[in-house]
């Protein structure tokens, strides 16, 4: 299994550009998770899902939108892109039946010029 | 609300002493409580976490946490340190009100010197 995988792994924008983050997960879990890491502020979330079809808003979710069609997988898309998106971009995912502790993918590091 | 806090940007330790990793929690019941790592350039890996039980919880590579209700804090441990420990530690706390959410604390930079 992969587990959790993202794309990209970095990318470079322009102020009020756009563009999308792909989390995909092989794990079946039902609950999927944005978060964005700056340093000194740890992780923060900014939007979850808890099934397909399904999203909720977290700690930071403007600037940010989400879409989850499949299971499988959760997107993150910044329809303007501003410098204070510059952070990085950690997706998780977890089992709806489990102890409750989250899959990490390896991460986007986004800049925004 | 809940949130946790990690007192400490940084911890150095040598290796082969013992290393604890500070964190303090704020809920209202009983916490979900858990310990992360991040190597460079990779996600957070799971080690270990307290739902309820033993206040002692061991986890992955010899780290163990302490559960410690009066002080509200969950520090983390391990008894001899290695250099290949170095990495940040993020403390995480579950919202009780909302099984979907986490809160994770601002991270703990660990070095352990050989």
């Known amino acids: 299994n992969a587990g959790v995988t993202q794309t990209p792994k970095f990318r470079v924008l322009k102020t009020g550009q756009s563009m999308t983050l792909l989390c995909a997960q092989d794990?079946?879990?039902?609950?999927m998770y944005w978060y964005r890491q700056d340093p000194g502020m740890g992780l923060r979330l900014i939007h979850y899902s808890v099934g397909e079809g399904t999203t909720a808003k977290g700690e930071v979710p403007d600037g940010y939108n989400v879409s989850r069609l499949k299971k499988q997988n959760f997107l993150l898309g910044l329809e303007s892109a501003a410098p204070s998106q510059t952070s990085v971009y950690f997706c998780?995912?977890?089992?709806?039946?489990?102890?409750?502790?989250?899959?990490f993918g390896p991460g986007t590091r986004l800049t925004v010029t | 609300a809940q949130s946790v806090a990690q007192p400490e940007d940084q911890v150095n330790v040598a290796e082969g002493n013992p290393l604890t990793v500070k964190c303090t929690y704020s809920v209202s019941g009983n916490p979900y409580l858990f310990w992360y790592v991040q190597y460079p350039n990779r996600g957070l890996q799971f080690l270990l976490k307290y739902i309820t039980g033993d206040n002692l919880v061991k986890g992955s590579y010899g780290f163990e946490a302490e559960f410690n209700k009066s002080q509200t804090s969950f520090h983390l441990k391990k008894p001899s340190a290695l250099v290949s420990d170095s990495a940040l530690y993020f403390c995480a706390v579950r919202d009780l009100h909302n099984f979907n959410k986490f809160y994770f604390g601002s991270g703990t930079k660990l070095n352990v010197k050989p």
């Open positions: 794990m079946n879990h039902e609950y």
């Open positions: 998780a995912s977890t089992p709806r039946t489990s102890s409750y502790e989250q899959y």
